[in-house]
């Protein structure tokens, strides 16, 4: 397992591979371009598909990543559990973050998706290791919501002393504003798994202070 002590602090891009996007073994070819082109951590978020499919999938994205970075689970404690991934991603209607810990142990990570200051703000007191904040702009992954104040991902990011990766519509041709406005984690789904380049989409992702 990797240590969150340790991968925390300097990580900065988040990929998130969605069975929903792209099929499993298009998944594990990102999975390791990725890694290879300079991805922090990944998740893998399935939301339709069976427990038995999940950990399938989950075991591939390890084999093409030699385990190099962390692997999160999405939503699923129990499969994080079974899988023996690095941590959960929990939503707000998720189990709640102790009940989390408590099955899933201090030592793995724990992130959770907020849309506002006191989400933000209740997951870093309840103890959430990292913070997804969005969605920033229009995505197609939550397409029902609107696109945010970047004044207030800019409030989040000043306040939680926790990691805080914007989400949500971030691009090359946005990620600058973000830049602008003091984000420097950003999480990510199809402007890598949707591209032709992965090394260039990454080259354009990545912080300038990097």
Known sequence: MHSKKKWLPAGKLYLI?????????RLFEIAEQ?????????????????????????????????RRVPLIINDRVDLALVAGADGVHLGQDDLALEDARR???RQATIGMSCQTYEQAKRAEQE?????????VFK???????????LRLLARVVRDIKIP????????AGNVAAL?????????VCRVICLTKNIEKAIIGLKTKDE
């Open 127 to 135: 103890g959430a290791d990292y913070i997804g904040f969005g969605s």
């Open 17 to 25: 591979l969605d069975r929903q996007v792209n099929a499993d073994n």
């Open 179 to 187: 830049r602008d406005i003091g984000v420097r984690r950003f999480a």
């Open 103 to 105: 099955v899933i142990g």
């Open 164 to 171: 805080v990766f914007a989400i949500g519509g971030i691009d």
């Open 34 to 66: 990725s890694v290879r082109c300079g991805v922090d951590v990944i998740q893998l978020r399935d939301k339709t598909g069976s427990a038995r499919d999940t950990l399938k999938c989950f075991a591939g994205i390890a084999r093409a990543t030699k």
């Open 139 to 149: 995505t197609l992954t939550k397409p029902g919501r609107d696109p945010m104040d």
